[in-house]
């Protein structure tokens, strides 16, 4: 039975993740910060999937490396093993340009998105290293590409910087370790979720301009539909610096090319 550590799995896609993996029939091991929505996590997953596999709880900051190694611990000594950790916990950008951020939104930021991937990814590979194996993934968002919007500065920067991490991490697993433990990238596109409206750990409030929900209604959807398209193929995936990509060319370009007749709206 494999076992999967998600961070920040009370809600959002590494909630939908968690839920993927245990119908599936894994253990979970899902971590926040807040202590209260991750008992309603446990509590929704009690009755999902196969009743031997289990899931267990912690709060973490991932902010915290302490903490992180933790997080593995407790994986360790509960199931013995972790087959797969996904670094998912992240924050989104207040809606301003750079000058107007202050000293604490943007170290509230990049310790979160930036310093808690690399913290995650450092610990889950040395206890992979030890046990001989694993995967490793690390969540993408916009600006992972290079692509750019206003607002959006600092989380692209965050997340440009998440892709090169992990990508030179992989090289790094191929060229010391034989590429026993895999690095990959889940993208997981658009996805309605909380993070679209909040910054600040919830304190700010962001307004989505009327544009903008409009291409969200065209690209977006339910983390539950991207989370169920990536578990299994993270659990089959055998290889090194693989991307499990949900929002390809592809289906963007068929996405414009039907929006007339999808007429979806989330933000109803
Ligand atoms: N929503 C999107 O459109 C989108 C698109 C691409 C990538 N992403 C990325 O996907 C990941 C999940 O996003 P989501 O939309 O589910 O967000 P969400 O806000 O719904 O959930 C984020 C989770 O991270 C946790 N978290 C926040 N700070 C934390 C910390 N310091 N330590 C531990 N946990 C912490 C929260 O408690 C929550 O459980 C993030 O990395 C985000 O950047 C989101």
Not at 107 to 135: C, R
Not at 205 to 220: A, F, Q, S
Not at 251 to 261: I, P, Q, Y
Request: glycine fraction near 10%; aromatic fraction near 10%.
């Amino acid at each position: 039975m494999k076992t999967v550590v998600i961070t920040g799995s009370s809600r959002g896609f590494g909630f939908c993740l968690a839920r993927e993996f245990r119908r599936i029939g894994c253990n979970v091991v899902l971590s926040a910060v807040n202590e209260e929505n991750l008992r309603k996590a446990e509590a929704a997953l009690k009755n999902v999937g196969p009743g031997d596999a289990k899931v267990v709880r912690t709060v973490c900051d991932v902010t915290d490396s302490d903490a992180l190694q933790r997080l593995w611990d407790l994986a360790k000594e509960t199931f013995g093993a972790v087959d797969i950790w996904v670094n998912n916990a992240g924050v989104n950008s207040p809606d301003k340009p750079v000058w107007e951020l202050t000293e604490k939104e943007i170290g509230f930021l990049l310790d979160t998105d930036l310093k808690g991937t690399v913290y995650g990814s450092k610990v889950a590979f040395a206890g992979m290293k030890e046990q001989g194996f694993g995967q490793i993934y690390n969540v993408e968002g916009y600006g992972s590409n290079d692509a750019m919007m206003t607002g959006l500065t600092l989380y692209g920067t965050s997340k440009r910087a998440v892709t090169y991490f992990t990508r030179s991490l992989a090289k790094e697993s191929r060229d010391l370790t034989g590429g026993r433990i895999l690095v990959c990238r889940l993208t997981p596109g658009i996805m309605i979720t909380d993070f679209l409206h909040t910054a600040n750990g919830g304190s700010t409030r962001i307004e989505l301009p009327e544009k903008t929900r409009k291409v969200y209604n065209i690209l977006g959807d339910r983390p539950e539909t991207i989370a169920e398209y990536a578990a299994p193929r993270m659990l089959a995936n055998t290889k090194n610096d693989t991307r499990i990509i949900w929002l390809t060319n592809r289906r963007v370009f068929g996405r414009f090319l039907t929006a007339g007749f999808r007429k979806r709206d989330f933000f109803a």
